[in-house]
């Protein structure tokens, strides 16, 4: 296990001067399933882009495998934002050969699968699709590489309980001891049992980083339920 | 990496914009038909009282091939910037700026298609004209080939310089081409800094700056025009063919330095200041 | 034994008791070899790394081992496998006898109550057939 991610100082203020994530430092090691866990306005968001060079650092640093966000980090990561990000005029299978053009890591046959086994049909326009179908497919896009961190900004916010215990069966059998995966949402109950850690943050500051596990010995309660205690309004 | 961006942004656009420039290119060449057409002239004298019939006829039809050279001009213009600003500065743009491709890599492939279109566009519509034209003022056809054949001729002869001031023109129509590109780019990337409304502000912008040009090249021009008359009436005036390539020379440097300059600041600010939403 | 996990106890004990059970039942027999560590943490719906970590439990406890060839397989030492049986009877017995202690039986209420049971009609108690019944 070795540092996949490092912020070193880490602030970003935006333009009115507030501090969305301010002087954080924080591991992140490969071989683990975090959950970045905080209330909205807490930075998970800002930290998210910073990792993926969207957004540029006002100060500090944050190093993916040693190097600054860039080309060669972008390889390496695999990020499923909140947004839709696909052009709705383009057909699923149109997608499957863009992912494969421009990305070495991506394994089509994965994505065929589980596109399949969801009932997508591949030659199906995405502007005909519902809005749940087409945050699964970019779900689907995002889990076929074999990327070395997996960052799933609410990746079964949108999507039917049927559908979210298949998603969270694929985060788990896709895992690779090489690799990790930080997933951000407030459906904590319904994945707490496959993180290995979680982050909370509060104010862009991390004020927790604990195994799960220790958590339910110590505080004898469900991640959830620490969480809103932490977080209590 | 760039070459997949490129045939990309091909395979995005190329639908559309040949659609546009076939239907400028059929409405030319039926331009040929309409205007040429010896039966249709004489059946246009023989019949005075369809004339008002006729005259609606050219006209319409004049007023949609015009339409048509419009829409395709403008619509690629407006085509081109519309796709920049919605695949980098909407939701798309988290699909393409976590692509592991450069900032440099996303706005030249979106340049060189760009461009292509639009020298495409500019040499259709210059083609078409020139049908049109020559159809609607030659007796006919045969007579109509003469011509051009003998404009082309005499381009042929001309000294080589005429063929080097040509070649820096055509240069130069590029450059601005370019310019015109980059423009719209760099309104749009410098408008995401405006908080408030981002489209208004690329607008705004993008007004502006092309307000500025407007007022710089009517300065350089009355500048010139003021030295050219100095000189004429100081009997220096040498209008020689060195000037004039100089002159070209130094305009085609100046335009695209200003593009290189445009395009580095396209470039900072897409790599520095980007904040999707 | 299907997974039926709280979330407000650390997940990999819960892991070793339901493994634990599938081994003593025989749903995984003497000798036998178990699903990888990633199928089992599919089919519970964890996290390997837990899964893994309640499967290193066990092999401490010496249920099972693995073989580089044949992965992870429950012991066949049949001895261990029996009296590991027979320490979570006695303790489930002894949760039995302080639940009912709490309602105030005595241990010859108590018989009573595990005698009537044992020898009801169907061999059934509340819809689950006792093992050894049929």
Redesign the interface.
Do not use: C, F, M, W
């Given at each position: 296990m070795s540092a996949l991610i490092e912020c070193r100082n880490l602030t970003k203020c935006y333009q009115n001067g507030v501090p969305a994530v301010l002087d954080m430092n924080l591991t992140i090691e490969s071989?683990?399933?975090y959950g970045l866990l905080g209330p909205n306005g807490s930075g998970k968001t800002t930290l998210i882009k910073m990792i993926n060079g969207l957004l540029i650092p006002t100060a500090g640093e944050v190093l993916i495998e040693g190097n600054k966000p860039g080309v060669e980090s972008r390889k390496i990561i695999s990020y499923l934002p909140e947004r839709t990000y696909l052009d709705a005029q383009n057909k699923v299978s149109d997608m499957i050969a863009f992912f494969e053009d421009f990305y070495e890591d991506f394994k089509p046959d994965r994505a065929w699968e589980m596109l399949e086994n969801l009932g997508i049909n591949r030659e199906a326009r995405l502007k005909t699709l519902s809005k749940g179908t087409r945050e699964k497919i970019q779900l689907i896009l995002v889990m076929s590489r074999e990327a070395k961190l997996f960052i799933l900004d609410e990746p079964i916010a949108g999507v039917d309980p049927a559908a979210r215990?298949y998603i969270?069966?694929t985060i788990?059998?896709n895992?690779n001891p090489e690799a990790s995966v930080m997933i951000c949402t407030h459906l904590i109950?319904d994945i707490?049992?496959?993180?290995?850690d979680v982050i909370f943050l509060k104010q862009g500051k991390v004020v927790l980083k604990a195994q799960?596990?220790e958590i339910?010995?110590k505080a004898?309660?469900?991640?959830?339920?620490y969480f809103r205690e932490v977080f209590a309004c | 990496m760039l070459k997949k961006l490129f045939v990309h942004e091909w395979k995005d656009t190329w639908k559309l914009l040949t659609i546009l420039n076939v239907a400028v290119i059929l409405l030319s060449l039926s331009g040929l038909i309409v205007f040429n057409n010896r039966n249709m002239e004489s059946v246009m004298e023989s019949s005075n009282n369809n004339s008002v019939g006729y005259a609606m006829f050219y006209g319409s039809y004049m007023f949609i091939y015009i339409l048509s050279l419009a829409v395709l001009t403008l619509g690629s213009m407006l085509f081109f910037y519309i796709r920049f600003y919605r695949n980098l500065y909407t939701d798309q743009g988290y699909l393409m700026h976590t692509l592991p491709v450069t900032g440099k890599d996303l706005i030249l492939s979106k340049t060189f298609v760009a461009m292509i279109w639009r020298v495409i566009a500019t040499v259709v519509c210059t083609f078409s004209i020139l049908i049109v034209v020559w159809s609607a003022i030659a007796e006919d056809g045969a007579e109509m080939w003469r011509e051009m054949k003998e404009v082309f001729t005499q381009l042929k002869i001309e000294n080589g310089t005429a063929v080097v001031a040509i070649i820096l023109v055509i240069l130069m129509t590029i450059g601005a081409q370019l310019f015109e590109v980059f423009l719209g780019y760099l309104a749009i990337s410098i408008g995401q800094q405006v908080s408030k409304n981002k489209v208004l502000g690329s607008i705004g912008i993008y007004i502006g700056i092309h307000v500025l040009i407007n007022i710089v090249k009517n300065i350089g021009t009355q500048v010139f025009v003021f030295r050219i008359i100095r000189e004429e009436e100081a009997g220096m005036f040498d209008p020689s063919q060195a000037t004039v390539i100089l002159t070209l020379l130094i305009m085609d440097v100046l335009i695209f330095a200003l593009c290189y300059g445009m395009y580095m600041l396209i470039h900072h600010f897409m790599k520095n200041k980007l904040n999707l939403d | 034994m299907t997974w039926n996990?709280?979330?407000?106890?650390?997940?990999?004990?819960q892991i070793v008791e339901t493994l634990r059970m599938r081994i003593v039942s025989g749903v995984y027999p003497p000798g036998s070899r178990i699903p990888s560590v990633?199928e089992l943490?599919?089919e519970?719906?964890?996290?390997?790394?837990?899964m893994q970590r309640a499967l290193a439990d066990l092999e401490r406890m010496e249920l099972i081992s693995t073989q580089r060839t044949t992965g992870k397989t429950v012991t066949e030492d049949e001895s261990r496998i029996l009296s590991l049986k027979e320490s979570i009877a006695e303790e489930e017995t002894k949760i039995y006898f302080v639940k009912m202690g709490e309602l105030g039986f005595d241990h010859r209420q108590i018989a009573d109550f595990v005698k009537k049971a044992a020898d009801g009609e169907n061999n059934e108690i509340g819809g689950y057939t006792l093992m050894g019944g049929e």
């Open positions: 071989g683990h399933i215990d969270i069966r788990i059998t895992y109950s707490e049992n496959i993180l290995d799960v596990d339910r010995e004898g309660k469900t991640v959830d339920q | - | 996990l709280k979330e407000d106890r650390p997940i990999y004990v990633r943490a599919a519970a719906g964890v996290n390997p790394n837990t």
